[in-house]
């Protein structure tokens, strides 16, 4: 059986090493667009602040034991087009490459907010945003430019405050702004939010919310955040970073639906409405089982567990059926109402834990 995954990051490298675990034979290639296949992009920050001093010890796994478990990995290439009828995916190189089945590990991109200059300066300018491993070496080369001591973090969401702290470790002067008027605004009630506003201001970082940015620009030397209260904000670099939101095109030009969050619809097998082919991680949806319903959770921990599924799924032939065009599923559908074969009953043979 031919399994082919788009991405490789924390769905796509763990759904292929458990399709391996369930059938050592199956065919698994993986589709990286980067160089930098199964690093931790959770851990960015620690990189930046000097805790993990290599960029390389961000990697869960290196190339070698990738495979050595028996992946095949293809990097730094994109597929651009998938075309279902043909069992088929396009790549960037005009390649056309044949599966069985699918597993769509697009993840998320950055959302980038309607602030005027920021299209027009980039890393070369001391304006950054934090997602790919390239990113991560744009900004590490920032930092290290003579004269850099202060920093603006536009977003007080996780990967905000945690440059915050990271940024402050590296000895920088760090000021952040955020729209909502308390940091993690949808993650913390108040209470706690104001404790953790008090922890940021111990260790001498400006917080300033309910302020919406609306212009960067280079001023001599330096760089002026505008606020739409007027206020100016100076700083040696500016970081960018408001969240994120699932990275859908490709999928959805070849007909994936999509649900909650504007991420790809799966049901819990982690099928898309289009037969053999599946989707994991943070370009998609995840069935709350408290709430029960779906949500959007762009995280490493939840990307991890669904990569499980999907690739446990695809490898174990359970079904090639695609998914209602909508799939929502109540509590009478509980885990053990699944095929004994189905992955939801069954504990991963390969762990991974960020």
Known sequence: MRLLIIGGSDAGIEAGLSAKAVDD???????????????????????????????SDLAHRTQDDLKAAGLNLRLGE???????ARHTVITDSGQ??????????TGARPQRPPIIGLDALGPQDGVHELHTMDDTV????????????????????????????????????????????????????AEAADRLAAELARHGVELHCGITVESIARHGDGLVVTGADGQHHGA??????????????????????????????VDRRMRTNLPDIYAAGDCVETYHRLLDRTTYIPLGTTAHKQGRVAGENAAGGTASSPARSAPRWSRSSTWSALPRESVMARRPKQALRR
């Open 25 to 55: 034979r199956h065919d698994v290639t993986l589709l990286v667009a980067d160089h930098y296949p199964n690093y931790s992009i959770c851990g960015i920050p620690y990189h930046v602040s000097g805790e993990v001093p290599q960029a």
């Open 96 to 105: 056309r490459l044949g599966y069985d089945r699918l597993i769509i590990g």
């Open 236 to 265: 040696d670099l500016v970081l960018v970073v408001t969240g994120v939101q699932p990275d859908t095109e490709l999928a959805t030009s070849a007909g994936t639906l999509t649900g909650a969050g504007s991420a790809l619809a």
């Open 78 to 84: 994109r597929a651009v087009a998938i075309d279902p």
């Open 138 to 189: 744009a900004l590490t080369a920032s930092l290290d430019r003579p004269g850099v001591r202060s920093a603006i973090v536009i977003g007080a969401g996780y990967i905000g405050l945690e440059m915050a702290e990271a940024l402050t470790t590296r000895g920088l002067q760090v000021t952040v702004l955020e729209r909502f008027d308390q940091v993690m605004a949808r993650s913390l009630d």
